[in-house]
């Protein structure tokens, strides 16, 4: 029964996507930014659901399986650092994308002031193809973890489910196809998620029974991790900050950042910034009470792999039919990721990368599936954990874009070597931070994007002391 109700909602999401081929106009701009005539409705639950990938079912709740209270700080930092980023920038690149008629996120940061900067754009698009294309192989990797944990399938199976039906209705109706399932897709995801919190505090014998027996798990309520990286207030302080630049960090990620640039009118950010956030708390903290609910339904996963925490708790408190709900909002949050993803790296080889940019509608289509295959390749021969490596191209994407973006939102101008400087630096920062050993006290990300705008001041100030001796 788990399996076909798994598969019938598999179909409507198929169904949905392949609807949306209706309305193409069949140009690179409706294939990428929907015509810039997407409702602000659609835009927040598409660009939620984007963010609340795989990550969230898979990663997310193994850490949080595994860390307990701490976690908390994540949902915190992760929101508020969004928040935050999204009061200036967003309508600063809904308007910048109007005037540059580009349609990626590079082709915007090369054009923002009336320059073309080609080395940048080019730049941009490796950046991206490279680290998207790991984050879309993490996305394949935990729908294969949980139909694994599930039915007992080969975990590869779940990572060419993913792919398959996501290629299809993207080659279908692009952008469109992707944000109008990921609508679809987001309420499935809630609703398994509210289900899985409430049979689970229910069956522990309500709030009460669940919370006394958190605290009888040595350490696991504590509100700090019990190794930070600095002593007394320092440490804390300098972990949640670190989460607060993760969720700052969202400006960085092309693949979201892209709903908004879909967005009908920048006049609507307040409306898409409402629908956004009511529904990414509610969802966040429904994703960290699960975390911890496994952690005592499930005592014996640790020593496992704590990443198959919700499958394995659906396929234990929940009737098949329920299971398949479940397992359908994992692929649904696969799904929603992974589309975007994948279309974001397409659009960085067809628009920025090659020398000619393609414009024919094959071409455009031909990269999709192509990106789409690397993914796959990446995601059947990878080891890593869901989480570790969402967080590492999340951090990497961050700190190439997020300073650039700052800069330019907040009204100043780089020259193209600065600008480029500051894309380099930033990631090689993070990477050496996570060489440390310290990101999982500090998020890797908050290094890397102080590294960017300090390039900046420094090259700015250097640049103006030029311009004044000459």
Not at 153 to 180: E, M, P, Q
Not at 259 to 280: G, I, K, T
Not at 437 to 456: F, K, R, S, T
Request: aromatic letters at 12%.
């Amino acid at each position: 029964m788990a399996t076909i109700v798994f598969a019938g909602i598999l179909v409507v999401f198929l169904a949905i996507g392949l609807a949306s081929a209706a309305k193409s106009q069949g140009t690179k701009s409706d294939y990428y930014l929907a015509s810039h005539n997407v409702s602000p409705w659609l835009v927040a639950l598409s660009a939620v659901a984007t963010n609340n990938s795989g990550y969230m079912f898979i990663g997310v709740i193994g850490f949080t399986y595994a860390s307990g209270l701490s976690a908390i700080w994540l949902m915190v930092g992760w929101i508020l650092g969004d928040f935050m980023a999204s009061l200036f920038i967003h309508r600063q690149l809904r308007i910048s994308t109007e005037k540059t008629s580009e349609a990626t996120f590079g082709g915007v940061l090369s054009r923002w002031g009336g320059q073309n900067y080609v080395v940048l754009r080019r730049l941009a698009s490796l950046i991206t193809i490279a680290f998207l294309g790991a984050y879309a192989a993490a996305q394949l990797s935990a729908g294969g973890k949980a139909l694994q944990a599930t039915f007992g399938w080969d975990i590869h199976t779940g990572a060419i489910a993913v792919a398959g039906v996501v290629a299809v209705y993207c080659l279908a109706g692009g952008i469109r196809a992707s944000i109008w399932t990921d609508a679809a897709q987001s309420f499935v995801m809630i609703f398994a998620m509210a289900m899985l919190v409430w049979v689970g505090v229910a069956g522990m014998g309500g709030v009460g029974a669940v919370w006394r027996q958190f605290h009888e798990i040595p350490q696991y309520f504590n509100w700090f991790p019990p190794q930070l990286a600095a002593p007394g207030i320092a440490g804390p302080l300098l972990f949640v900050v670190g989460w607060l630049f993760a969720g700052f960090s969202v400006v960085g990620q092309p693949h979201i950042m892209v709903r908004f640039m879909a967005l009908d009118n920048p006049d609507h950010l307040v409306r898409a910034r409402v629908y956004y956030y009511s529904y990414y708390v509610v969802f966040y903290a429904l994703a960290t009470c699960v975390g911890l609910l496994s952690r005592l339904y499930l005592p014996e996963l640790g020593s496992l792999d704590p990443e198959l925490a919700l499958p394995t708790m659906a396929q234990q408190l929940l009737p098949d039919f329920l299971v398949g709900v479940v397992i359908a909002g994992i692929f649904a949050a696969t799904m929603s990721t992974a589309d975007s993803l994948i279309l974001s790296c397409s659009a960085a080889v067809t628009h920025d990368l090659l020398p000619k940019r393609l414009e024919k509608s094959w071409e455009i289509k031909s990269a999709t599936l192509l990106v789409t295959l690397l993914a796959l390749i990446i995601a059947l021969s990878g080891s890593q954990s869901v989480f570790s490596l969402v967080i590492f191209a999340w951090s990497t994407l961050a700190s190439a874009f997020a300073p650039l973006l700052l800069v330019y939102a907040l009204g100043r101008r780089t020259s193209q070597p600065l600008a480029i400087a500051m894309m380099i630096i930033g990631p090689l920062a993070a990477l050496a931070w996570r060489m440390t050993g310290l990101q999982d006290q500090i998020y890797e990300g908050m290094p890397g994007i102080l590294a960017g705008l300090l390039v900046y001041a420094i090259g700015s100030r250097l640049n103006r002391g030029d311009t004044m001796r000459a």
